[in-house]
């Protein structure tokens, strides 16, 4: 099994549906949770960060964990063709480990 | 905002050739990293430098040197290029190598070896 897994999708939705991401991870001491986006020829940007189970909101974005189930999501709201990207989860214990990413369409 | 510069953006490279991957950034951060993203594998780390100075191997480091004389600068050689490095590197820094601090990227640097 893989240290962090990441359905790579691609994953297309209409615009204003609600877009639902998620990781699953096996190393229980991952503490850190991030989300990165990246669109296409570009490198990933810090999307959202967390760090205790729960929900952090901001914007149309809210980010979940679930440390007991080692299990994260994001989810976007009201998605628009802008959020088309590659998202990628990331989790740190001592180091940094990525998913592959899930490719995001959102279709006008 | 410049925040992580990398060059070239793209190059198509002979393979046993030698090249260099410069990566420049202005955030005084202590901490950069290398990665390479291949379609189906990811993100994987090459090498990382936690401070000037030091250095240390990251998941895949073979094929590739990694020096880090000042803070800013933090440059990735091929020594002989394989096709198999046919990929796109990406560059980050971040405050320090605590596990709490998120990486920021560059754009990217897309290598092809023929």
């Known amino acids: 099994q893989k240290e962090v897994e990441q359905d790579p999708g691609p994953l297309s939705v209409p615009e204003g549906a609600i877009v639902s991401l998620n990781c699953t991870y096996s190393n229980s001491a991952f503490q850190y949770f991030m989300w990165y986006r990246q669109y296409s020829r570009k490198g990933p940007e810090l999307l959202m960060y967390?760090?205790?189970?729960g929900n952090k909101e901001d914007g149309r974005f809210t980010a979940q964990v679930d440390k007991s189930s080692k299990y994260i999501s994001l989810f976007i709201r009201d998605s628009q063709p802008s959020d088309s990207a590659t998202y990628l989860c990331a989790m740190s214990d001592n180091r940094l480990a990525f998913g592959k990413g899930n490719q995001v369409v959102v279709i006008p | 905002t410049a925040g992580i510069t990398q060059a070239p953006t793209s190059q198509i490279l002979a393979a046993g050739r030698s090249m260099t991957l410069r990566c420049t950034q202005d955030m005084r951060h202590n901490a950069m990293y290398w990665y390479r993203q291949d379609l189906g594998l990811g993100l994987r780390l090459i090498h990382y430098s936690n401070t000037a100075g030091t250095t240390g191997k990251g998941e895949v480091p073979d094929g590739y040197s990694v020096s880090r004389a000042n803070t800013d600068d933090f440059p990735l050689t091929l020594a002989s290029a394989v096709p198999s490095q046919t990929s796109v590197y990406f560059c980050?820094?971040?405050?320090?190598?605590?596990?709490?601090?998120?990486?920021?990227f560059g754009d990217g640097t897309r290598l092809s070896i023929l």
């Open positions: 967390t760090y205790s189970s």
């Open positions: 980050a820094s971040s405050v320090d190598g605590a596990s709490n601090q998120p990486q920021h």
